[in-house]
């Protein structure tokens, strides 16, 4: 059974919102099915939930475009059109 301290049904983390459980791993740790606030769908563990899961994703893939942005800006590249090319969020 689940204990209630254990049920993080709509608990937010970060852009995650926990719909529902869907399962154990090998190790027994609960598999959330959560929504990301990009409209993503993703499966996380709990205990990743928080610490080191906070978006399906796209939260690091927008810090890699910033900081190539960053980057192309202190080359002089042309960092708007390739800073576009990197940001490529929602549902498809
Ligand atoms: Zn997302």
Known sequence: MTRAKDD????KFGRLTVLHQTGKDHNRHIIWFCRCDCGRYF???AGNLGANTNSCGCLRREKAARQA???????????ATTGRDYIKVGPT
């Open 8 to 11: 993080l049904t709509g608990k």
């Open 43 to 45: 499966k996380a563990r």
């Open 69 to 79: 942005i960053k980057r192309n800006y202190r080359h002089g590249g042309q960092f």
